[in-house]
């Protein structure tokens, strides 16, 4: 009798799932087709770029796609290639007249503020303004903000302008006095990500590196934001050492900002450039339906030649990968397709990446070899390009890279956590029973052993002999010298162009204009790959993170705060990483 209720329960319950979800989706559906509204763009608007929802150069498209998939666009995201093309099909929108920038907090890294700015100073070139308030200005934002006509300050915020820095932890003796430790495994004296565990202070190859990461950083930023504000570098770099910026007087004083006024101040100063009465509102836009209106692909669809731009962002962990990390499966089947169709002529792959699987970086690296057979193949460097991210770049035809991106990283490392002298400490003893010697491999509650150690060591030692030999045949350089620039070492792109790393600084738009030359195409269009493969519940999982609820993460963030959830991201990051990993050693917040 209970074996027939529970059949019927699990019965019922799979019928009530099924329906349920049935009503979900449906509601849903209206929630999605219900709320949406005509994107108009008025005469005489206003562009408000509002960047804190824009992380990833590319929102993502799903191959494919059904109705469920489509849902997924609910959230209606863009990426942050689709706002510079916004940006720049807004400079010749007679409908519109200036850009706002109010109170930004963006997540954008290094590079992608370097392209924004570089799209926003050639926005100006069209006569069109630019505006700027803050109530705070971090140094990044500034950074950024610096490029208006006119920037505002609250009377009462702050401008951070101070220069770089850069802070690590050390735990050896922390190790020493727990019993917590990790075995450490590592080619590359660079390789600060394990230094850590290794020492109780920063080695002199890690702060040579740094200091040179830092003020190659800074270089670049102080001399953009002197053709900017007309102010020297020698003297930003004065303001900065002695904190003259620090109040909105001092930065009104130094000419750093124009005007201290509060936000409504603001607004009835865009009022009197736009001739809108005092009374009455301005027209605006905001950058996402600005995006979301205008079609992004700006290139005349009728042209037969096609440039594919394939991009890989985020960790190097395999699968099928995502918008926010990467796998072979997505990259590599993109690659075949544009080999395969002949009407691309020629593939830059963009690259956001700080490295991951050694293994998934070797596939992906063999893609692009088969693919170079056929075609041009240009790497175009976002933020990050660095170990795993240029292991999958080396081989490329030409490489880009922005002044500010973080490249090389030739390292490779391993780290085993072993809790032995702990568990001694409270009375906890392992013991195995094996066919083989080898057969229990390695035990974190057991001391690591010479010989296990050693086979580890072959493992890494095999994977950065291949990694340096990818370089060195796809750099056209010897392997002493890629092994003497390699080490584990970071560089900025500026550096990196003179040690033979990247070919040239430029943003994607030169690095697909070169590969069309490459391709021998004089007129061409541009198509966005990859389109990701999802399943029924991974669809399922992204609807129940989509806006119209709130998303695990925005939740995680409200209950835990913004500095925790970041650690809890890095454990969850840790969680995914298997095998050998040729990843940067660190991550570097601007």
Same mark, same amino acid.
Request: net charge negative.
């Given at each position: ?5 529970n059949?019927?329960?699990t019965?019922v ?16 559906a ?14 005489q &608007? ?6 804190s ?5 590319? @929102? ?9 998939q489509a849902?997924?666009k ?6 942050f ?5 916004a ?12 850009i ?8 954008l890294?290094?590079a ?6 570089d ?11 630019i505006? &700027?308030y803050?109530?705070?200005?971090t ?5 950024i903000?610096?490029v208006?006509d ?5 009377p009462?915020?702050?401008?951070? /302008?101070?220069?770089?820095? &850069?802070?690590?932890l050390f735990?050896k003796?922390?190790q ?7 075995e450490?495994?590592r080619h590359?004296?660079?390789?600060s990500a394990?230094?850590?565990f ?5 080695s002199p190859e890690?702060r040579?590196?740094?200091?040179s990461l ?12 002197s053709?900017?504000r007309?102010? @020297?570098?020698a003297?930003l ?17 130094? =000419?750093?900002v124009?005007k201290? %006024?509060y936000e ?6 865009l009022k009197?450039k ?18 979301n =209106? ?22 190097i962990?395999?699968?099928?990968g ?7 499966g ?9 080999r ?5 002529k %020629?593939?830059v792959?963009?690259v956001?990446?700080?490295g991951?699987?050694a293994?998934?970086s070797e ?11 056929? =075609? ?10 660095a ?7 080396c081989?490329?035809?030409?490489? /880009?890279?922005?002044?500010t991106?973080?490249?090389g990283?030739i390292g490779v490392?391993?780290?085993l956590?072993?809790?032995s002298?702990? %568990? ?9 029973v094996?066919t ?6 390695? @035990?974190?509650f ?8 050693s ?15 990818r ?7 010897k ?10 070492r ?16 430029g943003?994607?738009?030169a690095?697909?204009k070169?590969?069309?030359t ?7 269009r ?5 389109e990701y493969?999802?399943?029924f ?6 609807l ?13 963030k ?6 925790n ?11 995914k990483r ?5 990843i ?6 601007f």
């Amino acid at each position: 009798m209970n074996f027939i209720k529970n059949v019927l329960a699990t019965v019922v319950g799979i019928f009530l799932f099924f329906v349920l979800s049935f009503f979900i989706l449906i509601g849903i559906a209206a929630v999605v087709g219900g709320g949406e509204k005509e994107i108009k763009v008025e005469d005489q &608007s206003v562009i408000e770029l509002d960047l804190s929802e824009i992380v990833f150069d590319y @929102s993502g498209k799903y191959k494919d796609e059904s109705p469920l998939q489509a849902l997924l666009k609910a959230e209606g995201k863009v990426g942050f290639i689709d706002v510079l093309n916004a940006i720049k099909l807004a400079k010749t929108d007679s409908k519109i007249k200036g850009i706002s920038i109010i109170n930004n907090e963006s997540l954008l890294g290094l590079a992608q503020s370097k392209e924004l700015r570089d799209q926003l100073i050639d926005f100006k070139k069209s006569g069109k303004f630019i505006y &700027s308030y803050a109530n705070f200005f971090t140094q990044k934002e500034y950074y950024i903000n610096s490029v208006a006509d006119q920037v505002y300050i609250n009377p009462v915020g702050e401008l951070e /302008f101070k220069g770089l820095s &850069s802070e690590l932890l050390f735990f050896k003796d922390f190790q020493d006095k727990t019993g917590l430790k990790f075995e450490v495994i590592r080619h590359g004296k660079y390789k600060s990500a394990v230094e850590p565990f290794l020492n109780q202070e920063m080695s002199p190859e890690n702060r040579e590196q740094m200091t040179s990461l830092l003020n190659s950083v800074w270089n670049t930023i102080v001399t953009d934001i002197s053709a900017s504000r007309k102010i @020297s570098v020698a003297k930003l770099n004065e303001i900065a050492n002695n904190l003259e910026a620090r109040t909105p007087e001092l930065a009104l004083e130094q =000419k750093l900002v124009d005007k201290i %006024a509060y936000e409504d101040e603001y607004h009835s100063a865009l009022k009197t450039k736009l001739k809108v009465a005092q009374n009455e509102e301005y027209n605006k836009i905001s950058i996402a339906d600005y995006t979301n =209106k205008n079609s992004i692909n700006v290139d005349d669809l009728t042209k037969d030649d096609v440039i594919a731009v394939i991009y890989a962002q985020g960790e190097i962990n395999g699968g099928e990968g995502d918008v926010d990390f990467i796998g072979e499966g997505s990259i590599n089947r993109s690659l075949k397709e544009a080999r395969e169709d002949d009407n691309i002529k %020629a593939v830059v792959l963009r690259v956001d990446s700080p490295g991951g699987s050694a293994l998934t970086s070797e596939l992906i690296w063999r893609e692009i070899e088969l693919t170079k057979k056929s =075609k041009p193949v240009v790497v175009s460097m976002g933020n990050l390009a660095a170990s795993g991210g240029y292991y999958i770049s080396c081989g490329a035809n030409a490489i /880009f890279a922005e002044p500010t991106t973080i490249t090389g990283s030739i390292g490779v490392f391993g780290m085993l956590p072993n809790f032995s002298q702990l %568990a001694n400490k409270m009375g906890i003893n392992a013991e195995q029973v094996n066919t083989h010697k080898n057969a229990s491999g390695y @035990s974190p509650f057991e001391p690591i052993t010479d010989e296990y150690k050693s086979i580890a060591l072959e493992g890494v030692e095999r994977t950065y002999k291949t990694f340096v030999n990818r370089v060195a045949t796809g750099r056209k350089m010897k392997f002493e010298n890629v092994d003497a620039i390699g080490q584990g070492r970071v560089w900025t792109g500026t550096d990196a162009l003179k040690i033979g790393l990247v070919d040239k600084l430029g943003n994607l738009d030169a690095a697909i204009k070169y590969a069309a030359t490459l391709g021998k195409s004089k007129e061409y269009r541009v198509e966005t790959y990859p389109e990701y493969e999802k399943n029924f519940n991974e669809i399922l999982e992204h609807l129940a993170n989509a806006k119209i609820y709130q998303s695990k993460e925005a939740y995680l963030k409200e209950e835990v705060g913004e500095e925790n959830y970041i650690l809890i991201d890095k454990i969850r990051k840790m969680k995914k990483r298997k095998g050998i990993q040729a990843i940067l050693p660190y991550e570097i917040n601007f």
